[in-house]
C-alpha cells in the first residue's frame, strides 16, 4: 500500500534527505562560530548591531533547515539518494581543484602552477588531443601576461622565486 503523505507530494523525492541533514549540520556549525566571529557592541542601537543580521540569517538557516528535515515526506535513505549524493560529489570536486590551485600560487607561482593546472583542467573536461593541451597551456600564459603586465594586477610572488638569485628574484616576482 502506498503511503498518502508521499503521494501527495509532487517534487523529486531523491536526496532531499542528504540535504536536509547536510544543511542543517552547515548551519548549526555557522551558527555555533557566530560567537567568535561576531561581536556585541557597546552603546550601539540593536538593528546595527554586528551580530544582529548574522544571527538572524543564520538563526533562520537553523530554523528552516530543521522544519525541512522534520516535515520531509520520508525519512529513510534510498539507493536513489547516493546516486544523487554522487552527482553533487562531481560538483564538489571542481571546487576542490579550484582550492589545491589557490594553495599552490603562493608556493609555486602564479604562472608555473597556472601553465599546469589549464592542461589539467582541458583534460579532466574531456579535451584529451594534444593540440588542445597545448592551446590551453597557451591561453594559460596570456592570461598570466594579461593580469600580471597589462592589467598590473598584484598578486604575491612564491615562496619557491626566494631561492632565484637576486635579479631573476626580482624578474619572477614582479611578472611571474
Known amino acids: 500500500m502506498s503511503d498518502p503523505k508521499l503521494s ?33 557592541a557597546k552603546r550601539t542601537k540593536f538593528f546595527a548591531q554586528p551580530r544582529f543580521w548574522p544571527a538572524v540569517a543564520v538563526g533562520g538557516m537553523v530554523l528552516f533547515g530543521g522544519l525541512h528535515l522534520w516535515k520531509l515526506p520520508r525519512r529513510k535513505f534510498v539507493t536513489a539518494d547516493f546516486t544523487e549524493w554522487k552527482t553533487w560529489f562531481f560538483a564538489i570536486e571542481w571546487v576542490l581543484w579550484f582550492l589545491a ?4 600560487v603562493p608556493i609555486l607561482g602564479y604562472l608555473p602552477v597556472t601553465l599546469v593546472f589549464m592542461p589539467l583542467m582541458s583534460w579532466r573536461m574531456g579535451y584529451r588531443e594534444k593540440h588542445m593541451l597545448w592551446i590551453s597551456a597557451g591561453f594559460g600564459a596570456c592570461v598570466v601576461i594579461l593580469f600580471k603586465s597589462l592589467l598590473d ?11 632565484l638569485p637576486g ?9 611571474f
Not at 590551485?101 to 599552490?104: M, S
Request: aromatic content about 18%; charged content about 15%.
Open 153 to 163: 594586477v598584484k598578486i604575491p610572488g612564491a615562496m619557491v622565486y626566494e631561492y
Open 101 to 104: 590551485y589557490v594553495l599552490l
Open 8 to 40: 501527495a507530494f509532487k517534487g523529486p523525492l531523491r536526496g532531499q534527505l542528504l540535504f536536509a541533514i547536510v544543511f542543517l549540520v552547515a548551519a548549526l556549525l555557522l551558527l555555533s562560530q557566530l560567537p567568535e566571529e561576531t561581536k556585541w
Open 167 to 175: 635579479f631573476l628574484r626580482s624578474f619572477f616576482i614582479l611578472n
